[in-house]
T-cell receptor
Framework: AQSVAQPEDQVNVAEGNPLTVKCTYS??????LFWYVQYPNRGLQFLLK??????LVKGSYGFEAEFNKSQTSFHLKKPSALVSDSALYFC?????????????FGIGTKLQVIP | KAGVTQTPRYLIKTRGQQVTLSCSPI?????VSWYQQTPGQGLQFLFE???????NKGNFPGRFSGRQFSNSRSEMNVSTLELGDSALYLC????????????FGSGTQLSVL
């Protein structure tokens, strides 16, 4: 069975500093990995995805994520945090092998950027 | 292009009642999935429909059911509501490709009293 872990309930970072939101996954095959962001009282918005190819994936709003197969991680990063980045971030995984599998989400990490 | 539309936005029900939530996907999207979001539990997968057929189902009791119509619109129904069913219910649509991203609606906030 596929699973996702987001070990931090909340991450606090000062505006202008780099940020990292951690994610590890477990799938039987090669994973499809995603990051989504949720602003208050809204649905989730897609940030970026890794399917294959370059381990460093660039996405919306200056975010990027690094796929590390040996550590089964897909951490979300941004070089310089903005107050407007404060939101709830979800990592998600889909195992593309063995038929059409559901997308499994982590429990989310709340990012607080402090002015 | 209109986004994913969920109605109603808010619902208040009492225990034992039933509720129907509606989701209209993005035009051209034939896959619709439903998630339950609660604090501390993240997003729990309920089910996914494609071309009016349920393709995947999560670990929820039989009180939770859904369907998809020929125009790809989807409904989910929860019968005999319990206090623990209070949650934000999110619908997402996508092109049915494994690598495709999900497009989410704003959700229906269900409160069970």
């Amino acid at each position: 069975a596929q699973s996702v872990a987001q070990p931090e309930d909340q991450v606090n970072v000062a505006e202008g500093n780099p940020l990292t939101v951690k994610c590890t996954y477990s799938v039987s095959g090669n994973p499809y990995l995603f990051w989504y962001v949720q602003y208050p009282n809204r649905g989730l918005q897609f940030l970026l995805k890794y399917i294959t190819g370059d381990n460093l994936v660039k996405g919306s709003y200056g975010f990027e994520a690094e796929f590390n197969k040996s550590q089964t991680s897909f951490h979300l990063k941004k070089p310089s945090a903005l107050v407007s980045d404060s939101a709830l971030y979800f990592c998600a995984v889909r195992d593309p092998s063995g038929g059409y599998q559901k997308v499994t989400f982590g429990i989310g990490t709340k990012l607080q950027v402090i002015p | 292009k209109a986004g994913v539309t969920q109605t109603p936005r808010y619902l208040i029900k009492t225990r034992g009642q039933q509720v129907t939530l509606s989701c209209s996907p993005i035009s051209g999207h034939r896959s619709v999935s439903w998630y339950q979001q609660t604090p501390g539990q993240g997003l729990q997968f309920l089910f996914e429909y494609f071309s009016e057929t349920q393709r995947n189902k999560g670990n929820f009791p039989g009180r939770f059911s859904g369907r998809q119509f020929s125009n790809s619109r989807s409904e989910m129904n929860v019968s005999t509501l319990e206090l623990g069913d209070s949650a934000l219910y999110l619908c997402a649509s996508s092109l049915r490709d494994k690598g495709e991203k999900l497009f989410f609606g704003s959700g229906t906030q269900l409160s069970v009293l």
